[in-house]
Structures are given as structure tokens and as C-alpha cells.
């Protein structure tokens, strides 16, 4: 069965600095999907960026960036000039491709405080 | 607007009292999930749906029900609630190829008394 592994319970950045989030796996598949979510306080779900386990190129949306190692199954999160709405629970994901199962599993999450 | 919506928002209830959670989606998706979120734990996958008719377990699928009639709805029913099932819950859908993004709904918070 498919694990995420965040580490990092809690994380804090100072404002228009840089921070990483880490995220491992553990899978025996070698097609598959990852995500990064943010929650905010109001609990809502946002995707912040996703990763296709085939494309070796790394992601990235405007500050944020990941890391995809696949032989390490890590999968970090780069987030560049930290603003205090990067504050938030982040959640990394992975989702099979293969089909008979269309689970999405989550890690338990870090806490990102970001200070002013 | 695309979105998933939840109803009820809200819900405090007692033990074995049997209570229903709607989803709802409009963008004729063909994926649908239940997810509960627990302090410490993340978000663990309850039920899901690939189509109409068709469900499957999650991870935590005990002490739940689902059912998948319509393609829009994909109802959470639990038939005889205990305190362990007070959560956070969130419906969300997607295309069926997995590398679509799922969309939530903006969750359910369920306090069993």
C-alpha cells in the first residue's frame, strides 16, 4: 500500500524568505501522480501544484517549485518570497494512475507559520 | 462556477442517530471521494466513487455508507453515528484520469455527542 511521510510536524519562515516542506512515499508503482494541497484556516483545500511521476522536469507555479526525486521517492516543496497568506496547513498527496484503485492518499501535514 | 457544495455545513448530533452529509458537484465529474480529517492524522479517504453505481472502499470505510444514483451526488450516510466519527469531512471531485486535480467542497464538521 502507497504511504506519504511528512516529517516536519511544524515549519516557520520569515517573511520574503525561502522554505521547503518535505514530503517522502513509498510505492511499488511507477506511474503515478503527487500533489501539494494548502489549507488555510478556513479549512478549504487548495491545490498549490501537482507533479507526473513520467516528467522528469520539476513543477512550478509562480513561488512555488518542487524537487521530484522518483529513485528517492521525495517530493519537496520550494516555497520562494514567503507571504503571510503562504500561511497554512500544506498536505502532499499521491494518487495512482494505474486504475482498479483511485485512491488518494495524504500525509498527515506541516504547519507553516509564516513570521512578519 | 465550478464547485463541489456540501450540505450541512455544520452538525451536532448523538450518538445513533442516523444523518446524511450531500455532495453535490456540477461539473459532471466522474470521480467522487469522502475524506475525514483528524488532528495528527491528515486526510484519510472514506469511500469513493468512479462512476455512477460504482463505489469502493477507502481506508476508513467502517461505520459508513455511500451511494452513487446521480453523477452530481455522491451522499455520506451514517447510519448509526458514534463519538469516534466526530471529524471534519470533505466531499471532492475529479475527472477519472488521475492525474486531474480534485476539487473540494468546503467541509463538513461533524461533532457526535
Known amino acids: 500500500a502507497q504511504t506519504v511521510t511528512q516529517s516536519q510536524p511544524e515549519m516557520s519562515v520569515q517573511e520574503a524568505e525561502t522554505v521547503t516542506l518535505s514530503c517522502t512515499y513509498d510505492?511499488?508503482?511507477?506511474?503515478?501522480?503527487l500533489f501539494w494541497y494548502k489549507q488555510p484556516p478556513s479549512r478549504q483545500m487548495i491545490l498549490v501544484i501537482r507533479?507526473?511521476?513520467?516528467?522528469?522536469q520539476n513543477a512550478t507555479e509562480n513561488r512555488f517549485s518542487v524537487n521530484f526525486q522518483k529513485a528517492a521517492k521525495s517530493f519537496s516543496l520550494k516555497i520562494s518570497d514567503s507571504q503571510l497568506g503562504d500561511a497554512a496547513m500544506y498536505f502532499c498527496?499521491?494518487?495512482?494512475?494505474?486504475?482498479?484503485?483511485?485512491?488518494?492518499?495524504f500525509g498527515k501535514g506541516t504547519k507553516l507559520t509564516v513570521n512578519p | 462556477e465550478a464547485q463541489v457544495t456540501q450540505n450541512p455545513r455544520y452538525l451536532i448530533t448523538v450518538t445513533g442517530k442516523k444523518l446524511t452529509v450531500t455532495c453535490s458537484q456540477n461539473?459532471?465529474?466522474?470521480?467522487m471521494s469522502w475524506y475525514r480529517q483528524d488532528p495528527g492524522l491528515g486526510l484519510r479517504q472514506i469511500y469513493y466513487?468512479?462512476?455512477?453505481?460504482?463505489?469502493d472502499k477507502g481506508d476508513v470505510p467502517e461505520g459508513y455508507k455511500v451511494s452513487r444514483k446521480e453523477k452530481r451526488n455522491f451522499p455520506l450516510i451514517l447510519e448509526s453515528p458514534s463519538p469516534n466519527q466526530t471529524s471534519l469531512y470533505f466531499c471532492?471531485?475529479?475527472?477519472?484520469?488521475?492525474?486531474?486535480?480534485?476539487?473540494f467542497g468546503p467541509g463538513t464538521r461533524l461533532l457526535v455527542l
Open positions: 471532492a471531485s475529479s475527472e477519472m484520469t488521475g492525474k486531474e486535480t480534485q476539487y
Open positions: 510505492t511499488s508503482e511507477s506511474d503515478y501522480y
Open positions: 507533479q507526473e511521476a513520467y516528467k522528469q
Open positions: 498527496a499521491y494518487r495512482t494512475r494505474q486504475g482498479g484503485s483511485e485512491k488518494l492518499v
Open positions: 461539473m459532471n465529474h466522474e470521480y
Open positions: 466513487s468512479m462512476n455512477v453505481e460504482v463505489t
